[in-house]
């Protein structure tokens, strides 16, 4: 491939979706745009590229499970109902995990990986960060909140969860709960936006 249309592929890529590594760091997934979009992994280096999803209205942001085996990924519906789906990082075992009339969005994958949180909302207004297990069982709304509250971030052994909620009169604050939704804490107090929390290893955030 050229190098010039790699670079115009990235671009679309990032656009619509974060990429995503995979355990070790030895695969890729990103959401390639054509006339539409869909998931692609690649190894490391850019190598052995294979489209897993396809279909015309489209596929975005995928995040990895912490094994590296399974991808959870947004599937856009033409009627705005985006749902959360689950494929292995083979292509196979396609499996749908919401069927709601809302839109979900930013799905993250719990730490030992049994468990993913995600936004769900019918407009930005009322999004709320849900949990649910991988499996489909135990969907449990996380906030709840007249504001929007997304961008969620698993800390480490999952037992809390950051996210990003919009303050009234302020904006973007970062703030965080216990995984079972009690211990909310609101960790920011800027006049700047604050977003996009990103938990260390050693229990630090970043954002």
Known sequence: MPRAKQLIVATAALAVGVPA?????????FTSLDVSSHIVVMNGDGSER?????RPVGDVSPAWSPSGTRLAFIRRRADERDD???VNGDGTRLRRLTRTAAREANPVWAPRGGRLAYERGRAFSSVEIFVQNADGSGRRR???NSVPDVEPAWGPGGGRVAFTRYVRGRGPEICVLRAGGAGLRRLTVNRVPDHHPD???QGKIAF
């Open 50 to 54: 294979t489209t897993l999803t396809s």
């Open 142 to 144: 996380l906030t709840r």
């Open 84 to 86: 959360v789906f689950i």
């Open 199 to 201: 938990w260390s290893s």
């Open 21 to 29: 590594a995979a355990h070790a760091a030895t695969k890729i997934a």
